[in-house]
């Protein structure tokens, strides 16, 4: 037995140098099959995203990476099986003409070795386990490296279970590993294309623009055809080159055309529907919503992606009007309480208009006289206290409690005043512009936040 395991070794060592298939020093292209068939040729890998193939198209024969257009199909529109199986072959033969051979040659050296090992140690057990180690790595070894040289492997393999049987027959041991005896299998590969010449890169073109769903990536690829041609004169074939031309002029006016119309139709159509939402028209929108769909299909559907995003916005419109239909409707219910909150609280609130130049004096400081403090201070706690007799509907009560607020800093205010002046203290004084400054403002709040209360609701304006 350890003579044929010598054998063996030295028919590994032959097989090292043998010839492997004459490659093109050229990159080879990958492909991207579509779901008829056709190939579009990827300048390297193509990446898959989500639910898209992303790759780079050659912009003509030998292109370079300069020369690219890069392309995102729906994956839906692709023979994945098949564009995977190719991507497999070209890969494989990039390992082959690189280091396919030189890492072959490392195996069967390893193999080599442990055989001629086998012949030297004496442990019948020792002796067939080292055996079954190289046959393991062995077979397993094409299945790690793109089957290079699987039918030389699957040969040496059929070889070393001799060996290995007639390792075991001596010792009876007749059971034969299964894991160990499953010897290597090469499926057919997928056949590798020539690089396209200028007239298939073209013909890919066309082809990819018509399986884009982006109309601004179609219409690139279609003026990247057009460019082309306009470069290639002389290099296509005459007619060829001029109805291609003509026919990828002609569907880039047409998308045009298309963009266009949808412009049209989305521009008029929110302009609608700020204007139905701003009077919570909700029939209107309804019909609105309906009409963009049948105009859409009118139109071919053409514009999905342009379409959806309206027919959104429609919907935030709508809701919009749902919303403000019931705050108007929630308005009228309270308007009537609202305005005699209003009148009720005008005198008062009157009282404090009338006292704001006073207060606008203490506020800089410069007034006014000690003698007009006291009929101040005493209209201010008049209408305060007749202001807070006064029951607010509840949606007023916060504005309520601000005018109360504003009558307390102006109340504060004159009287702070009035003690700054007895005592000709600029501290009190400042403390009193500060109150001063204090009710006016709140008093500037609180008729506004009245007046708005008493105002219809308005759909908020979408942000430009």
Request: net charge negative; proline share 6%.
């Amino acid at each position: 037995m350890g003579m044929r395991a010598v054998c063996l070794a030295a028919v590994i060592g032959l097989a090292v140098p043998a010839a492997i298939r004459a490659q093109s020093a050229e990159p080879l292209l990958y492909r991207v099959f579509l779901a008829d068939g056709t190939g579009l040729a990827s300048f390297g890998e193509w990446a898959r995203v989500d639910d898209r193939l992303v790759f780079s198209m050659p912009l003509g024969s030998g292109a370079g990476p300069s020369e690219l257009h890069l392309v995102s199909l729906p994956v839906q529109r692709i023979d994945m099986a098949r564009t995977e199986r190719y991507a497999e072959a070209i890969r494989a033969s990039h390992y082959a003409t690189s280091r396919g051979e030189a890492d072959f040659a490392q195996l069967s050296g390893d193999v080599a070795q442990a055989l001629n090992q086998v012949a030297a140690i004496k442990d019948p057990d020792a002796r067939l386990l080292t055996a079954e180690r190289a046959r393991k790595a062995l077979a397993e070894w094409p299945g790690a490296h793109y089957e290079y040289r699987s039918a030389e492997v699957r040969e040496i393999v059929g070889v070393l279970d001799e060996v290995i049987s007639g390792l075991r027959a001596p010792g009876g041991k007749e059971r034969f590993d299964l894991a160990l005896s499953t010897t290597t299998s090469e499926a057919a590969p997928e056949t590798l294309l020539a690089a396209p010449d200028d007239t298939e890169v073209v013909q890919q073109l066309m082809a990819a623009a018509t399986v884009v769903d982006s109309p601004a990536e179609k219409v690139s690829l279609l003026q990247s055809v057009v460019a082309f041609i306009d470069r290639a004169v002389g290099l296509l074939p005459e007619a060829f080159a001029k109805t291609i031309r003509a026919t990828a002029l002609g569907e880039i006016a047409e998308e045009q055309r298309v963009d266009t119309q949808y412009a049209k139709l989305r521009a008029t159509t929110l302009a609608e529907a700020v204007k139905y939402a701003g009077v919570a028209d909700v029939r209107a929108l309804e019909r609105l919503r309906k009409r963009v769909q049948e105009q859409d299909t009118r139109l071919g559907g053409r514009r999905p992606q342009d379409m959806a995003g309206v027919i959104a916005t429609l919907d935030s419109q709508l809701d919009a009007a749902h919303r403000l239909r019931l705050a108007h409707d929630q308005w009228q219910l309270r308007i009537d309480a609202d305005r005699a909150y209003q009148r009720a609280v005008s005198p008062f609130v009157g009282t404090l208009v009338d006292l704001t130049s006073s207060l606008d004096e203490i506020r800089s400081l410069a007034g006014p006289p000690p003698f007009e403090l006291r009929p101040v201070a005493q209209r201010l706690l008049r209408a305060s206290r007749r202001l807070a007799l006064v029951e607010p509907p509840s949606e007023l009560a916060p504005v309520h409690a601000v005018f109360r607020s504003a009558f307390s800093l102006a109340e504060n205010a004159v009287q702070l005043r009035l003690d700054a002046a007895q005592a000709a203290d600029i501290e009190l004084a400042k403390q009193a512009a500060a109150a001063a400054s204090g009710a006016m403002m709140l008093l500037t709040r609180a008729r506004a936040d009245l007046e708005t209360a008493l105002q219809p609701p308005a759909v908020p304006r979408p942000p430009q």
